[in-house]
């Protein structure tokens, strides 16, 4: 199934490169259940605080909102400020963090939902935590430890 992933106003370094890497780390099963295209686009705190109140009904920033609009089409969006934050307070790189909140709004456009039990969310977390791996396996700073579990803890 051939995929392709829209980068919009684009500011922070994300692992999308060479025939989307990030995709292909995913399992079969849940590649075959993304959309078509998918528009990864940046937005602002302000604008992440209004759209996470009006679809979410919470009222606060937040890292990654996804939206799907049928089979050919799913959006992701990113808001940069919150995600460098997390990074800071976890100690991960900022390319982590950022690649981590894809890999968490593609796993939402793929029909997981970690919200829905407490199941879920361990599934989903191990699920991101697998992928993560797969794409730096080979960074330079593999050797120490990220911190997967700080983002969980602030929701």
Same mark, same amino acid.
């Given at each position: 199934?051939?995929? +392709?992933?829209?980068?919009?106003?684009?500011?922070?370094?994300?692992?999308? +490169?060479?025939? +989307?890497?990030?995709?292909?780390?995913?399992?079969?099963?849940?590649?075959?259940?993304?959309?078509?295209?998918?528009?990864?686009?940046?937005?602002?705190?302000?604008?992440?605080?209004?759209? +996470?109140?009006?679809?979410?009904?919470?009222?606060?920033?937040?890292?990654?909102?996804?939206?799907?609009?049928?089979?050919?089409?799913?959006?992701?969006?990113?808001?940069?400020?919150?995600?460098?934050?997390?990074?800071?307070?976890?100690?991960?790189?900022?390319?982590?963090?950022?690649?981590?909140?894809?890999?968490?709004?593609?796993?939402?456009?793929?029909?997981?939902?970690?919200?829905?039990?407490?199941?879920?969310?361990?599934?989903?977390?191990?699920?991101?935590?697998?992928?993560?791996?797969?794409?730096?396996?080979?960074?330079?700073?593999?050797?120490?430890?990220?911190?997967?579990?700080?983002?969980?803890?602030?929701?």
């Amino acid at each position: 199934m051939s995929m +392709n992933v829209v980068l919009r106003k684009r500011q922070t370094p994300v692992m999308l +490169n060479g025939n +989307n890497k990030v995709v292909k780390q995913f399992p079969l099963i849940l590649r075959k259940r993304l959309p078509r295209e998918v528009s990864i686009v940046e937005i602002s705190e302000k604008e992440s605080q209004r759209i +996470n109140r009006l679809y979410r009904k919470k009222n606060k920033p937040t890292n990654v909102l996804s939206f799907r609009y049928g089979s050919d089409y799913g959006e992701i969006l990113l808001c940069p400020e919150v995600i460098r934050r997390e990074a800071r307070e976890s100690g991960n790189p900022q390319e982590y963090q950022m690649t981590w909140m894809i890999v968490h709004g593609m796993i939402h456009l793929a029909g997981l939902h970690h919200e829905r039990s407490e199941v879920l969310a361990k599934q989903t977390a191990k699920l991101e935590v697998a992928i993560l791996r797969k794409i730096f396996i080979s960074q330079p700073n593999e050797s120490r430890s990220l911190n997967h579990e700080s983002r969980r803890r602030r929701k």
